[in-house]
C-alpha cells in the first residue's frame, strides 16, 4: 500500500485501497509488541531511555497512524465530488459558447471567449484545466455572463454563481485535508525515526545478553529483523 499524492491540479493518485502503507501498519504493530514485551523484561535496559518512555512513543505513533486514515478516509469523496462538477462545467461551457455565438455570430465568438475564462487549447476552445486556474475562468465566467445580458438564461448568472460556490468549497475542503495529512504524515516520521532508534538499541542490547539465542530472543520480542 501507499501514500496518495496529489497533483497540481487536485488530483489524487493512489496504488492502494488505503491511505496508510502497509509498511507503517506493520512497523506500528512491531513496536507495539515490542513496548509490551520490555515492560515485563525488566533485565534488559537502555541507559537513555526507559521502557515507559518507548511504550509512550509506541502509542502515540499507533494514534498518529489512525488519524492519518481517517482524515484520508475523505479525500477521495472530495475529489471524486470534484471530478463530477468538472463534468458539469465541461458540459455546460458548449451552452455559454452558444449564447456567445447567437449574440456575436460564429466569425467573432473566438475573439470574445477568452472574457469568459474561456481558453483556446489544442484547436479547442475549453476551460483549464488546473483546477486553481479553473477557479479563476469562473469567476471571469460569471461577469462575462452579467456584462453580455446572459444572466437570466438557464446557463446564467445563477448557475455559474453556485457552481462557483461549491467548487471553491471543495477546493478549500481538499487544500486543507492534504495540509492536514501532510502534517500527519511529518509527525509520524518522526516518531517512527525515534522508535527506529530505540529498537536497534534495544536488537544490540539483545544480542548481548544472549549471545547464543538471541534470534530467538528477538522473536519473543517481536521484532521481524535485526535492524530498522
Not at 504493530?29 to 513496548?35: C, E, I, L, P, S
Request: proline share 2%.
Amino acid at each position: 500500500m501507499a501514500d496518495v499524492t496529489t497533483t497540481p491540479n487536485g488530483n489524487v493518485k493512489s496504488n492502494s485501497s488505503s491511505n496508510v502503507p502497509a509498511a507503517d501498519i506493520d512497523f506500528g504493530k512491531v513496536a507495539t509488541d515490542v513496548a509490551t514485551k520490555w515492560a515485563i523484561t525488566t533485565e534488559v535496559s537502555l541507559l537513555w531511555t526507559t521502557s515507559s518512555e518507548f511504550s509512550t512513543l509506541a502509542s502515540a505513533y499507533k494514534t498518529e497512524l489512525s488519524s492519518r486514515k481517517l482524515i484520508g478516509g475523505s479525500r477521495p469523496q472530495i475529489t471524486q465530488a470534484l471530478k463530477q462538477l468538472d463534468n458539469t462545467i465541461d458540459d455546460s461551457l458548449a451552452y455559454v459558447k452558444g449564447y456567445i455565438v447567437d449574440k456575436f455570430k460564429k466569425e467573432a465568438a473566438a475573439s470574445v471567449y477568452s472574457a469568459f475564462g474561456i481558453l483556446h487549447q489544442k484547436n479547442k476552445y475549453v476551460f483549464p484545466k488546473d483546477r486553481n486556474k479553473r477557479s479563476a475562468a469562473l469567476e471571469l465566467m460569471i461577469d462575462g455572463i452579467a456584462a453580455n445580458g446572459f444572466g437570466t438564461k438557464e446557463f446564467g448568472t445563477t448557475f455559474w454563481t453556485d457552481l462557483k460556490t461549491k467548487y471553491d468549497s471543495l477546493l478549500n475542503q481538499a487544500s486543507t485535508t492534504d495540509g492536514t495529512i501532510s502534517g500527519k504524515v511529518n509527525a509520524k516520521n518522526t516518531l517512527k525515526s525515534s522508535l527506529k532508534k530505540t529498537m536497534n538499541c534495544l536488537i544490540l542490547a539483545i544480542k548481548a545478553n544472549y549471545p547464543d539465542s538471541y534470534k530467538a530472543e528477538l522473536r519473543t520480542w517481536g521484532f521481524q529483523k535485526e535492524k530498522y
